[in-house]
């Protein structure tokens, strides 16, 4: 499971950093503002998100608690959910796609909780 989470931490690290320079340089006048600083606010929670799955699999080497694991997976879902929704709503129009994006709020959130109840529980691994 640690392997999985750095390796999403770095797709989703990647795909952000590319996502935000997409952004900044062909986004630009094609969006209005508003839908620009909504696709900002998408990659902001990616990236951040993305060096929490990064955490979580570091952590995951040294402690043993499935908390991590549901961490991490909510951390991983929440960026597809909140993030993708984001990056959809401001490519497509589409306003009903902003629905998705408390689901995917809800996930952070609860990834957190998982991380710090996770953490304050685990068993050291011995090695």
Not at 61 to 89: C, D, K, N, Q
């Amino acid at each position: 499971m640690p392997r999985l989470f750095v390796l999403l931490a770095a797709l989703y690290g990647f795909t952000g950093v590319a996502l935000g320079a997409f952004a900044a340089h062909g986004l630009r006048g094609r969006l209005s503002p508003e839908y620009l600083a909504v696709f900002h606010t998408g990659v902001l929670y990616q990236l951040v998100h993305a060096l929490a799955l990064l955490g979580v699999g570091v952590l995951a080497l040294r402690w043993h608690s499935r908390l991590l694991g549901a961490a991490g997976s909510l951390f991983a879902v929440g960026i597809l959910l909140f993030s993708g929704s984001l990056y959809l709503l401001t490519l497509s129009g589409v306003g009903k796609l902003g629905m998705v994006t408390p689901l995917g709020g809800t996930c952070f959130l609860a990834g957190w909780l998982c991380l710090g109840i996770g953490a304050w529980s685990a068993q050291a691994r011995h090695h």
